[in-house]
């Protein structure tokens, strides 16, 4: 099985403060990882370190993805000021053939021409993890996806993410609400 | 391509970002004559000194939220993660902002030029030596603001000032070049060299400097 991302001996240190220190993981094609933790354990900063945003402390983490990483962080990346296609476009997401489907799935159709700044939180993480349905990278990486988010939407994001998983995706994700997701665990509250 | 397109759509749609930095130079412009005597025959070289300084507090103005906004709602992070040079993007994106901002206030500050000197050559030269500062202005107080990204924008002018002063003495050089009857093609081949320097080091350097605020 392809390794997607390796990391050896991860160690993160923040104003002389420990987050983790020597983790080191494996995470294959066709398998997901669940990053664990309570709150300042340092999940975010692990999910960048895998994007390359951050650098860790000590050690080394190497991502094999095959096209660009897709991620949905705690900030959304939408403007505010856009309709809700126009955030679609800037994502390159509204010529997508599954749109329509995701659309009425999460129940976005009818706000084709809202200004996002009009919509609720919940809406507008809905909007944020269409990127996330409609990608087709290899790597996807989700940091608290389920915030905001209604029971209905839970599931449908839970659905896809098993079925990118048989689709031999990678996927690495941290939540504080417990998934329908068969995943591996990285506890970093033992790290 | 697509990444010209979807900044021209974001600047667009957001019409405040560009339309207000072309109202205070065209207010600017319009007040100054007011202030001072009409029949005044230094009026047509203090013309000068105030379009350029206008010039520069205007771009100045147009860059004040320039990467704040896709800080703020993590666009910089998706950008960053991105197969594409992020220096190529940032540098797209200062380019938009010299379309939708540098060219019309160029010809803008032309026509007024032409409007107060009465002289249809001299508000023609005046042209691409307005075109070719404001997009240096507006990648210089770019990098000023991506350095104070978090820090408010006067930290990142304070910054950058001084390194538009010269580029203002240069400029003084070209009025008096133009009033005299010089040939001032001289300056202008030498803002060009500065600005084909510029336009590579400066978005390489601020696609480093997100990069590090982003961490």
């Not at chain 2, 000197?117 to 030596?129: E, Y």
Request: with cysteine.
């Amino acid at each position: 099985m392809k390794t997607i991302v390796k990391a050896s001996n991860l160690s993160y240190k923040i104003n002389e403060k420990k987050l983790f220190h020597s983790i080191s993981f494996d995470v294959c094609a066709g398998s997901a990882l669940y990053v664990a933790g309570g709150n300042g354990s340092g999940k975010t900063t692990l999910l960048r370190m895998i994007m390359g945003i951050s650098k860790p402390t000590r050690g080394s983490i190497e991502s094999f993805a095959n096209k660009e990483i897709c991620f949905i962080g705690h900030k959304n990346a939408l403007k505010q000021y856009l309709t809700v296609e126009d955030n679609l476009i800037l994502s390159s997401l509204d010529t997508h053939l599954n749109l329509d489907k995701y659309l009425i799935d999460l129940d976005l159709n009818n706000s084709l021409d809202v200004t996002v700044a009009n919509l609720s939180f919940g809406q507008q993480k809905k909007l944020a993890l269409l990127r996330v349905f409609l990608n087709d990278s290899d790597l996807i990486i989700l940091d608290e996806p389920c915030v905001g988010l209604d029971n209905n939407s839970q599931q449908i994001l839970c659905s896809f993410i098993n079925e990118e998983i048989e689709k031999d995706k990678c996927i690495i994700f941290s939540s504080h609400i417990q998934l329908d997701i068969e995943a591996n665990i990285l506890n970093l509250d033992r790290q | 391509m697509k990444i010209f397109y979807f900044e021209l759509l974001k600047l667009r749609k957001k019409s405040r970002g560009w339309i207000g930095p072309i109202l205070v130079f065209v207010l600017i412009m319009t007040a100054f004559p007011l202030t001072i005597e009409f029949l005044n025959e230094d009026l047509n070289q203090a013309f000068f000194s105030v379009l350029w300084i206008a010039l520069m507090l205007v771009m100045m103005l147009a860059t004040e939220d320039i990467f704040l906004e896709d800080y703020n709602d993590g666009s910089l992070e998706q950008l960053a993660i991105k197969n594409q040079s992020l220096a190529l993007i940032l540098g797209t994106k200062i380019f938009i902002y010299w379309i939708l901002i540098g060219v019309p206030i160029s010809f803008i500050g032309s026509f007024y030029g032409f409007g107060i000197t009465r002289s249809f050559d001299l508000g023609l030269n005046v042209l691409p030596i307005l075109l070719v500062t404001s997009y240096i202005f507006l990648n210089v107080f770019s990098f000023g603001n991506a350095l104070s990204l978090t820090k408010g924008s006067v930290l990142g002018t304070l910054i950058t000032l001084p390194l538009v002063l010269p580029l203002l003495v240069v400029l003084g050089k070209v009025v008096i070049s133009i009033n005299i009857g010089l040939n001032y093609f001289g300056f202008l081949v030498l803002l060009l060299g500065i600005l084909s320097i510029i336009i590579v080091v400066i978005p390489l350097i601020i696609s480093f400097i997100i990069r590090a605020h982003l961490e």
